[in-house]
């Protein structure tokens, strides 16, 4: 018989991660695929589990972006990883609304039964410091887009409405919130070994792998999961009399990269020094406050996933 791994946080999405492991399970056993369940319950859990799961051939992960982020980042710098069955059960989604946005949980079977695999585009991050090296399933952001995340987290009524399965709206809450705490810091960035540009008065500086973020918001209007290169988006010099229209094109008319506040820029490999400390987060994961000297790029990691 069939047996399939899964990691699943049960209470990803107000509790969704419990409803969508009991529908699996009752899948698999008329698949007559044997399940081996293993729990997580804090911060950090995922990936100590997938580090003791790393020689099976496929894992799947229950839960939101953070549980899989987790997951694909404790495993990617091995020459094989398991492949990522993800059934999604978060408050955002951001992964699977760009590579999986319409796929049931029959399909997302049957996908692994046909043993389907799609290598898919992440972010590398390498720390020029420490030398430590990180991953990304979706993106990094320094400055507004972290104090967002962390906002979203600790507002009551976040909480709410990502219960209520509303979390982009939760994330539009924790937007407006921090609007009075924007910060301004300067980035020093070179994409392709080019020579060095310097982004003065910048709020949000984001590397993306994925255009969306927050729920459903496409902060990258011209981006695609799938494209061979990583992102850059800065926006910058930005005046009270500017975010009404700055909002507007992000939220509503998707023209963001026509506004002067915003510049966009794509490629291989990004090198970036940002002397201040200022918050990041990657895939919604809010970092410490910090200065940081980076180099980004993608590499791929396999999951059940069709050809596009």
């Known amino acids: 018989m069939q047996e399939l791994a899964i990691i699943a946080h049960q209470g990803a999405g107000g509790g969704q991660g419990g409803k969508v492991l009991e529908e699996t399970l009752a899948a698999l056993n008329k698949r007559q695929i044997a399940p081996k369940v293993y729990i997580s319950t804090y911060a950090g859990h995922s990936e100590l589990l997938a580090q003791q799961l790393s020689q099976e051939p496929v894992i799947a992960v229950i839960g939101g972006d953070g549980t899989l982020h987790e997951v694909v980042a404790s495993l990617a710098g091995q020459p094989q990883p398991p492949a990522i069955l993800y059934l999604p059960a978060g408050r955002g989604n951001d992964f699977a609304r760009a590579w999986q946005a319409k796929r049931k949980l029959a399909q997302a079977l049957d996908q ?173 994961e809010v970092q410490e406050a910090a200065p940081l000297q980076l180099t980004v790029d993608w590499l791929t990691y396999p999951f059940i996933l069709a050809e596009p």
């Not at 810091?185 to 910048?202: A, G, H, K, Y």
């Not at 209007?221 to 799938?226: F, H, K």
């Open 112 to 284: 692994l039964q046909a043993g389907n695999r799609l290598q898919v585009p992440i972010l590398r991050l390498q720390d020029q410091v420490s030398g430590q090296i990180s991953y990304g399933i979706n993106s990094l952001g320094i400055g507004f887009d972290a104090m967002v995340n962390q906002q979203s987290k600790a507002l009551r009524l976040g909480r709410l409405l990502a219960k209520w399965h509303l979390g982009k709206l939760s994330y539009l809450v924790a937007v407006f919130a921090s609007l009075p705490k924007l910060e301004a810091f300067e980035v020093r960035l070179s994409l392709d070994n080019q020579s060095p540009q310097l982004v003065s008065d910048c709020f949000l500086f984001s590397v993306l792998k994925n255009p969306y973020m927050g729920g459903g918001i496409k902060l990258d209007n011209l981006g695609q999961a799938s494209n061979p290169e990583i992102s850059v988006m800065a926006f910058h010099s930005i005046k009270a009399r500017h975010l009404p229209g700055l909002i507007w094109r992000v939220l509503v008319s998707h023209q963001q990269d026509q506004s002067p506040q915003v510049s966009r820029w794509t490629g291989q490999k990004l090198d970036l020094v940002i002397k201040q400390a200022i918050l990041g987060q990657v895939d919604g």
